[in-house]
């Protein structure tokens, strides 16, 4: 399976940026999606999940209110939606598909793309 990261970039604290996450090589709709972040210096970590039939997401309090993520299964497409942006979300943002419909804290996700870098300036 492969995944695709796209739409990061470098946006104005307070502003917004959509990711997107193509999938492809795999039954998209059978398994969670997740959006993982690491900045420079720091540990990756979780950012939102979402379960096999978008009926149930999940966010790491850091991004909670401010961050949305979605799912097209017919699209093979993930999304995550930023909205009020602070510099402490700089980071390098990877979307990743599991092995399993739902999340859960430890989940493993078995495959990655390769991450897009995203810049909030003060």
């Known amino acids: 399976v492969q995944l695709q990261a796209s739409g990061g970039g470098l946006v104005q604290a307070g502003g917004s940026l959509r990711l997107s996450c193509a999938v492809s090589?795999?039954?998209?709709?059978?398994?969670?999606m997740g959006w993982f972040r690491q900045a420079p210096g720091k540990e990756r970590e979780f950012v939102a999940a979402?379960?096999?039939?978008?009926?149930?997401?999940y966010y790491a309090d850091s991004v909670k209110g401010r961050f949305t993520i979605s799912r097209d299964n017919a699209k093979y497409t993930g999304y995550l939606q930023m909205s009020s942006l602070k510099p402490e979300d700089t980071a390098v943002y990877y979307c990743?598909?599991?092995?399993?419909?739902?999340?859960?804290?430890?989940?493993?996700?078995?495959?990655w793309g390769q991450g897009t870098l995203v810049t909030v300036s003060s």
């Open positions: 979402i379960s096999c039939g978008s009926g149930s997401t």
């Open positions: 090589g795999r039954t998209f709709s059978r398994y969670v």
């Open positions: 990743a598909a599991g092995t399993q419909c739902y999340y859960y804290a430890g989940a493993p996700f078995n495959s």
